[in-house]
């Protein structure tokens, strides 16, 4: 995943500071949370142009999952057939003919409050966010979804999923038609070289299984490969806070340790094998697909954050341990002002 790298420097307390740069910020240099889209204007035109003339090559590319360096047996299958993919592989028209039934389960079933729209920077954008709700987080995908139904062709989101989904035969074709990808960093920094917008959510199974009991609790897993990302296409971070979810289906543990027992972070890039409670299961592995619950989801977009755009700071630990404490910050708080709001669990 574009975000899915470790941080090599242990966070410290000072490394987030107010500003999100860090005690690592090189003088002269602005903070990750004040500096001025003006600051990334130059690259970013010439990452637009360079887009323009080459989206035909771009429109072409595949990821190169299948090359040297890929696993073997079960795990290396699953990242080829998730690798496979085209910015041309989303289909307007193909999610234009569903949006009654979306629009029905959003406003009825889910009953989905978004905030924020206005935080919205110029595109394109990263999203950083989190999900729960097992194997098919439905709060990311009401997102998007909402997102489509405000925007439509004109501002297109690409959210990423994880590599299992993608290479699931007919899930994985669904999703890209929606403008779902593989959270690769190929993938990601092509829709962002292309000027169109992507949400990825960096603790991934570990965020979307975590039990119940740590609903609200930000999840990134340590993951700040979103951070690098941003700097190197020079594009802003704007966190996604969300809440809900877990009360779509009830994690009791994350089962991490029967992950680790059974090699599935080898076999599947999966450190989480949780239990979980919801229909039609009952009691049942959290990896199921469960028939989520009606509950409420509240999602608000937050203040974005302008990251340095001198792509050598994405080699610089500190500063870039200070911009992803400070997404993790202001993500924590979100999501405590929405979590705040629900006056009980799945009624909201």
């Known amino acids: 995943m574009a975000a899915g790298e470790r941080r090599r420097a242990a966070p410290t307390r000072d490394g987030a500071g107010r500003n999100g740069a860090g005690n690592g910020a090189r003088r002269g240099q602005g903070s990750a949370s004040t500096r001025t889209a003006?600051?990334?204007t130059s690259r970013t035109s010439q990452g637009r142009q360079s887009s323009r003339d080459g989206e035909g090559r771009q429109r072409e590319r595949r990821s190169s999952s299948g090359a040297r360096g890929t696993p073997g047996g079960l795990?290396?299958?699953?990242?080829?057939?998730?690798?496979?993919?085209?910015?041309d592989s989303i289909d307007p028209t193909f999610a234009h003919r569903q949006r009654h039934v979306w629009n029905l389960?959003?406003?009825?079933?889910?009953?989905?409050?978004?905030?924020g729209w206005h935080r919205l920077p110029d595109p394109p954008a990263l999203l950083v966010g989190t999900h729960a709700a097992g194997i098919f987080p439905v709060e990311a995908w009401m997102f998007g979804l909402s997102w489509w139904r405000?925007?439509?062709?004109?501002?297109?989101?690409?959210?990423?999923?994880?590599?299992?989904?993608?290479?699931?035969?007919?899930?994985?074709?669904?999703?890209?038609?929606?403008g779902v990808m593989s959270a690769s960093r190929a993938t990601v920094s092509a829709a962002l070289e292309a000027g169109r917008d992507v949400a990825v959510f960096p603790g991934g199974d570990v965020d979307s299984l975590r039990p119940w009991r740590k609903r609200d609790k930000v999840?990134?897993?340590?993951?700040?490969?979103?951070?690098?990302?941003?700097?190197?296409?020079?594009?802003?971070?704007v966190p996604l806070a969300q809440t809900g979810g877990s009360d779509t289906m009830f994690t009791l543990t994350d089962g991490k340790g029967l992950a680790r027992a059974l090699g599935l972070n080898r076999?599947?890039?999966?450190?989480?094998?949780?239990?979980?409670?919801?229909?039609?299961?009952?009691?049942?592995?959290?990896?199921?697909?469960?028939?989520?619950?009606?509950?409420?989801?509240?999602?608000?977009?937050?203040?974005?954050?302008?990251?340095?755009?001198?792509?050598?700071?994405a080699d610089d630990d500190d500063y870039v341990d200070g911009v992803y404490r400070e997404v993790e910050r202001r993500l924590q708080a979100?999501?405590?002002?929405?979590?705040?709001?629900?006056?009980?669990?799945?009624l909201g």
């Open 334 to 346: 979100g999501m405590n002002r929405l979590a705040r709001r629900r006056s009980f669990p799945v």
């Open 75 to 87: 795990a290396g299958l699953v990242q080829r057939r998730a690798g496979k993919w085209s910015l």
């Open 105 to 115: 389960l959003q406003d009825h079933y889910f009953r989905i409050e978004i905030e």
């Open 267 to 313: 076999l599947a890039r999966a450190e989480a094998l949780p239990l979980a409670v919801g229909l039609p299961w009952g009691i049942a592995p959290g990896v199921l697909p469960f028939l989520p619950l009606p509950a409420k989801l509240r999602s608000e977009l937050l203040e974005p954050l302008f990251v340095d755009d001198d792509p050598e700071r």
């Open 38 to 40: 003006p600051t990334r």
């Open 219 to 237: 999840m990134l897993a340590g993951r700040a490969g979103f951070v690098k990302q941003a700097i190197r296409s020079g594009v802003p971070i």
């Open 150 to 178: 405000r925007f439509g062709k004109d501002r297109v989101l690409h959210a990423t999923a994880h590599d299992a989904l993608m290479a699931a035969p007919g899930v994985g074709a669904y999703f890209r038609k929606m």
